[in-house]
Every structure is written in structure tokens, then in C-alpha cells.
């Protein structure tokens, strides 16, 4: 006998991250995770450190031209990171 009031698993795991406000903070995670997915490993052996605050990703990479290449494609690193996540985590990057 099948109960009335069931539920998808994903379901319950969305509505239970989203009641404990965690949600945000998983997708910020899960942003930089997706770094040297979206970059390639080359980008990611130049990065030192990455962090997200106010919406805003800083990531300090050790290669100026690197860092300059990197400046000039901000856009679409800023698209390809939130469409890897899924939602817009991040609306700035700053490259130190």
C-alpha cells in the first residue's frame, strides 16, 4: 500500500537546505569547485586561492599574463561559473 503524502528525496533535501538558509552557501561551494572544471587545470595550477564575499569572487592567481588574459574574458567566466552552478552565485570577479 502506497502512502499519499510522499515525497521526492530531492525534494526534501531542497525544501530542508532552503529552510536552514544553507542553500546560498552551498552554491557558493559548489561555484568554486566548478573553477578548474570551467578553467582547465593549466588556470588552475596558477590559482593560489579563491573566495566568494558579497557576491563577488576573488581569486589570486600567481601569473600576471594570466591574470591579465583572465581580466579580459570577466563576462563569460562570470556566465560559464553560474551556469555550471546552475543559479547566478557570483555577479563580479576580482583577480588580485
Known amino acids: 500500500m502506497r502512502r499519499q503524502n510522499t ?3 530531492s525534494d526534501v533535501l531542497r525544501e530542508v537546505l532552503n529552510k536552514q538558509h544553507l542553500s546560498p ?3 557558493e561551494t559548489r561555484l568554486i569547485a566548478a573553477w578548474e572544471k570551467v578553467l ?9 586561492e579563491k ?9 589570486k592567481i600567481s601569473s600576471a599574463v594570466l ?6 574574458s570577466r563576462e563569460q567566466l562570470i556566465a560559464a ?7 547566478e552565485v557570483i555577479t563580479d570577479i576580482f583577480f588580485r
Open 51 to 59: 573566495y566568494i564575499k558579497n557576491n563577488v569572487l576573488y581569486v
Open 7 to 9: 515525497q521526492l528525496l
Open 25 to 27: 552557501k552551498l552554491n
Open 67 to 72: 591574470r591579465n588574459e583572465l581580466l579580459m
Open 40 to 48: 582547465g587545470q593549466t588556470v588552475a595550477g596558477y590559482t593560489k
Open 81 to 87: 561559473l553560474n551556469k555550471e552552478v546552475g543559479t
